[in-house]
């Protein structure tokens, strides 16, 4: 039998779609085939992590938390939850963005675990932060004269949460493929409420490194950012404040291509899913994020 697959997220009591992108990530790599079978698991929801590989069959099985950052939820909540024998943080071997994979066995089911880093560390997230600027602003080829800000919640509590968000800003810097890159945040500085004043470009691409929308990304940033003075009200994409386009992706997370980073943990984690990869990028490379297709 294949190996199975198990996507853990966060979820939502309080917001609908919260747990929409994991779904739809789901269907993606599922009709693959790679698989034998791919769940989705919770952490406010139903299927709730607890019961995350009882109802799976395979006696293999590869876990990718569907997060943004290492810290209080890939090192705690998700091994404690789905009862991974031995779990040590330091078996990942990470500076706090290059997180791996380790082999466990779990605890009530006697399954093998492949426990891999959170989505939000890898490399190829870099890929899909510039495919949501391609998305929204309907150009394949956008780089050049325009500036592109990676936004993060950013928080005291977990120094690994910045740490993503510079991480893949300097990562997209390197590419030279826009004019200027810049790391901003919801609750430290370098804030996004002032993103006019770290760009020149006429043009600002901002794409929130967060896996869903919701609250965050649909009221507070928008807001912030002067696109709108109540979120409730809509904006234009571009809005023009402060003499800028500034062109609000909305979640990377919700971008079809995000599929591909799920399925490339579980590729550095050693499943044989090179097929399912270029079927991925090729499905999703040009697929409107609202739908998939």
Same mark, same amino acid.
């Given at each position: 039998?294949?190996?199975?697959?198990?996507?853990?997220?966060?979820?939502?009591?309080?917001?609908?779609?919260?747990? @929409?992108?994991?779904?739809? +990530?789901?269907?993606?790599?599922?009709?693959?085939?790679? =698989?034998?079978?791919?769940?989705?698991? $919770?952490?406010?929801e139903e299927p709730a992590f607890?019961?995350?590989?009882?109802?799976?069959?395979?006696?293999?099985?590869?876990? *990718?938390? #569907? =997060?943004?950052?290492?810290?209080?939820?890939?090192?705690?909540?998700?091994?404690?939850?789905?009862?991974?024998?031995?779990?040590?943080?330091?078996?990942? /071997?990470?500076?706090? @963005?290059?997180?791996?994979?380790?082999? #466990?066995?779990?605890?009530?089911?006697?399954?093998? *675990?492949?426990?891999?880093?959170? &989505?939000?560390? +890898?490399?190829?997230?870099?890929?899909?932060?510039?495919?949501?600027?391609?998305?929204?602003?309907?150009?394949?080829? &956008?780089?050049?004269?325009?500036?592109?800000?990676?936004?993060?919640?950013?928080?005291?509590?977990? /120094?690994?949460?910045?740490?993503?968000?510079?991480?893949?800003?300097?990562?997209?810097?390197?590419?030279?493929?826009?004019?200027?890159?810049?790391? #901003? $945040?919801?609750?430290?500085?370098?804030? &996004?409420?002032? *993103?006019?004043? $770290? $760009?020149?470009?006429?043009?600002? *691409?901002?794409?929130?490194?967060?896996?869903?929308d919701g609250y965050h990304t649909?009221?507070?940033?928008?807001?912030?950012m002067g696109l709108c003075e109540?979120?409730?009200?809509?904006?234009?994409?571009? @809005?023009?404040?402060?003499?800028?386009?500034?062109?609000?992706?909305?979640?990377?997370?919700?971008?079809? #291509?995000?599929?591909?980073?799920?399925?490339?943990?579980?590729?550095?984690?050693?499943?044989?899913?090179?097929?399912?990869?270029?079927? &991925?990028?090729?499905?999703?490379?040009?697929?409107?994020?609202?739908?998939?297709?």
């Amino acid at each position: 039998m294949k190996p199975a697959l198990v996507i853990a997220a966060h979820g939502s009591h309080l917001n609908a779609e919260s747990s @929409t992108p994991t779904f739809s +990530h789901a269907d993606t790599i599922r009709a693959t085939g790679a =698989f034998s079978e791919v769940r989705e698991s $919770f952490w406010k929801e139903e299927p709730a992590f607890r019961e995350g590989l009882r109802t799976v069959d395979a006696e293999e099985v590869y876990l *990718v938390p #569907l =997060f943004v950052s290492e810290g209080y939820f890939t090192e705690q909540v998700i091994p404690r939850e789905f009862r991974l024998e031995g779990w040590d943080p330091d078996l990942w /071997e990470s500076d706090g @963005t290059s997180a791996s994979d380790a082999s #466990l066995t779990a605890g009530d089911t006697g399954q093998t *675990v492949h426990y891999c880093g959170p &989505v939000g560390t +890898h490399d190829s997230m870099s890929d899909v932060i510039v495919q949501r600027a391609k998305s929204v602003t309907g150009d394949p080829d &956008v780089g050049e004269g325009f500036g592109l800000a990676v936004v993060g919640h950013g928080t005291e509590r977990n /120094e690994n949460s910045a740490k993503a968000i510079e991480y893949h800003a300097d990562r997209i810097r390197e590419m030279d493929r826009f004019d200027e890159v810049q790391a #901003l $945040f919801m609750d430290e500085d370098p804030e &996004v409420d002032d *993103v006019t004043d $770290f $760009f020149e470009s006429d043009d600002i *691409v901002v794409v929130p490194l967060f896996i869903a929308d919701g609250y965050h990304t649909q009221e507070d940033i928008p807001e912030d950012m002067g696109l709108c003075e109540d979120y409730r009200e809509g904006y234009d994409v571009p @809005t023009e404040v402060d003499g800028h386009d500034i062109w609000y992706a909305g979640a990377v997370g919700t971008e079809p #291509l995000m599929a591909d980073v799920v399925l490339e943990r579980a590729a550095d984690a050693g499943a044989d899913v090179s097929g399912a990869i270029d079927q &991925v990028r090729d499905r999703t490379r040009g697929a409107d994020p609202a739908t998939g297709d």
